[in-house]
């Protein structure tokens, strides 16, 4: 059985950091993508960030772009993303996410194992 489960969520203030980070277990994922998606109060679920298992590839959605770093530890089967400056906007339930695609896809349907998911509160 496949397991991703995420941790580091948390509240904090407007302008500060947080490190969440994604344990899988049931297979290695060394070999393919993983990433991170987010879904915040009435709206759908989008995609923060993705990284290939190669470290070379990595990908970001704009609004965070330059605040937010994913990477990825493929001897301990983790990924992680470094969230800095945070935002009001950036509250959201996060969702780790491991594809047995190559790339850095964006699409959530790339994905085929899905974390339950670790709330970030960021207050003004």
């Known amino acids: 059985q496949v397991l991703l489960v995420e941790s580091g969520g948390g509240r904090v203030q407007a302008g500060g950091s947080l490190r969440l980070s994604c344990a899988a277990s049931g297979r290695t994922f060394s070999r393919n993508a993983m990433g991170w998606f987010r879904q915040a109060p009435g709206k759908e679920r989008e995609f923060v960030a993705a990284i290939s298992w190669t470290y070379v590839s990595t990908d970001y959605t704009d609004s965070v772009k330059g605040r937010f770093t994913i990477s990825r530890d493929n001897a301990k089967n983790t990924v992680g993303l470094q969230m800095n400056s945070l935002k009001p906007e950036d509250t959201a339930v996060y969702y780790c996410?491991?594809?047995?695609?190559?790339?850095?896809?964006?699409?959530?349907?790339?994905?085929?194992?899905w974390g339950q998911g670790t709330q970030v509160t960021v207050s003004s």
């Open positions: 996410a491991a594809s047995v695609r190559v790339g850095v896809p964006r699409a959530q349907i790339e994905y085929d194992y």
